[in-house]
T-cell receptor, first 113, second 118 residues
């Protein structure tokens, strides 16, 4: 079946602009996560959605970052007034109920110039 | 807070030999899980193996095995019979939460770059 998809695959933006990153999880997966991976680093947790529960936003680095999810489908991560330190690969993962394994998308590479 | 430490920035191994990638962790949770993911140069994250904190047997998946030493808080990945295609970045990660409805947030280590020589 189809895996997790993310769009765009690459995004170059000017400092100060807003960007929206999209994640389409695997159908039926109730949990959705966003992570950030800076060059040569491990993944940092950003935010977690589980069904209709309130999202866990504890990993968002600043109030410029926000995310939404419509039910158990698409999620968007929005970064307002982008800064150069926001340059990274943003990875989305989804997880089915009752399983520990997270299935990752290919990521969006964000470059802020 | 949970923490994952991978002390080997890079490792080299000869094709067909075995290699161990180190991972130590720190948590105050009684219930947790440990993962290994492979990230090739293409950037995708590939799940390799999972070990639950209450699992009595070490996890194995084909050529991958996880050497879980709970008292030492270590969860080393052993790759047997290395192949050229094993060259990649390897991440150890830990989930918090418990049960089938685990919260599941993952904390990752910094990774180890494995290079397999022919």
């Amino acid at each position: 079946g189809a895996g997790v998809s993310q769009s765009p695959s690459n995004k170059v933006t000017e400092k100060g602009k807003d960007v929206e990153l999209r994640c389409d999880p695997i159908s039926g997966h109730t949990a959705l996560y966003w992570y950030r991976q800076r060059l040569g680093q491990g993944l940092e947790f950003l935010i977690y959605f589980q069904g209709n529960s309130a999202p866990d936003k504890s990993g968002l680095p600043s109030d410029r970052f926000s995310a939404e999810r419509t039910g158990e489908s698409v999620s968007t991560l929005t970064i307002q007034r982008t800064q150069q330190e926001d340059s990274a690969v943003y990875l989305c993962a989804s997880r089915p109920r009752g399983s520990y394994e997270q299935y990752f998308g290919p990521g969006t590479r964000l470059t802020v110039t | 807070a949970q923490k994952i430490t991978q002390t080997q920035p890079g490792m080299f191994v000869q094709e067909k030999e075995a290699v161990t990638l180190d991972c130590t962790y720190d948590t105050s949770d009684q219930s947790y899980g440990l993962f290994w993911y492979k990230q090739p140069s293409s950037g995708e994250m590939i799940f390799l193996i999972y070990q639950g904190s209450y699992d009595e047997q070490n996890a194995t998946e084909g050529r991958y095995s996880l050497n879980f030493q709970k008292a030492r808080k270590s969860a080393n990945l052993v790759i047997s019979a290395s192949q050229l295609g094993d060259s990649a970045m390897y991440f150890c990660a830990m989930r918090e939460g418990h049960g089938g409805t685990s919260y599941g947030k993952l904390t990752f280590g910094q990774g180890t770059i494995l290079t397999v020589h022919p």
